[in-house]
């Protein structure tokens, strides 16, 4: 099996004395493990961090079999982050969701799609953590675990929308939930449109539902825990008050 590809690196290990196997994200043949020759070299090695973007020539005997890969940078890759750690550690994060949450050798151009747009996003700082959240948001979606914010759950309305059924992952109104409020999951404005600004509280409550559904349906199911690089992530960006 062989195809050319545009991908993201998620993860990269040593493999014997030069070589390293990479775990990719690709735009059309989803989520891939390559050998890559000579991958622990000097040259090669600042493009097979994680977050890196590159472009895939992969070479496989059958579709079940570790595949060898040549790849080639494209643009600055995490080296464009260098000067903003917290940026790193949410990139790292993203790519160790990306790769528990994502089946190998099944296509998810939506998630590839959806990390692209969070790694630009990095670039931002007052931005990325509410884009993340949508990428987990949409990383659901293309796994078939989809929320929808559409309208309330109970009453039809779509209106006034303010929290999520942590069971069924449906909208719930203000009106309808109250009674039951202490069980829904909050629901931020801003994962409803993009005219929604952001309020204080609002990316811990996006983290907090997504979170509940990426361990509920993707991560539990695999008995594995949310990646801890995920949990560090939010513990720096509470640290930095920007939760």
Known sequence: ????????????????????????????HGRRGAYVAGGASRRMRPFLQAGAQVTVDYRART?????????????????????????????????????GALPEREPHPGAFLAF????????????????????EAGLLDDLGFGL???????????????????RTGRAVSAE???????????????????????????VRAGFALTGHFLEQFVFNPLNRPLPPARVWMLDKLAEAGRL
């Open 1 to 28: 099996m062989d195809f050319a590809d545009d991908a993201f690196v998620l993860a990269a290990r040593s493999h014997g004395d030069t070589g390293a196997v990479v775990d990719l994200l690709t735009a059309e």
């Open 63 to 99: 579709s079940e079999h570790l595949g060898a890969a040549r790849l080639e940078p494209v643009g600055q890759g995490p080296s464009a982050l260098f000067d903003d750690p917290l940026a790193l550690i949410g990139l790292n994060a993203a790519a160790a969701v990306a790769q």
């Open 116 to 135: 692209q747009a969070l790694m630009a996003a990095f670039a931002v700082p007052e931005v990325w953590p509410a884009v993340f959240v949508k990428f």
């Open 148 to 166: 929808d914010l559409s309208r309330c759950a109970s009453t039809g309305t779509t209106d006034d929308l303010v929290w999520v059924s942590p």
């Open 176 to 202: 309808a939930g109250a009674p039951y409020s202490d069980r829904l999951l909050a629901l931020p404005p801003f994962l409803l449109g993009a005219q929604a600004g952001l309020r204080d509280g609002d």
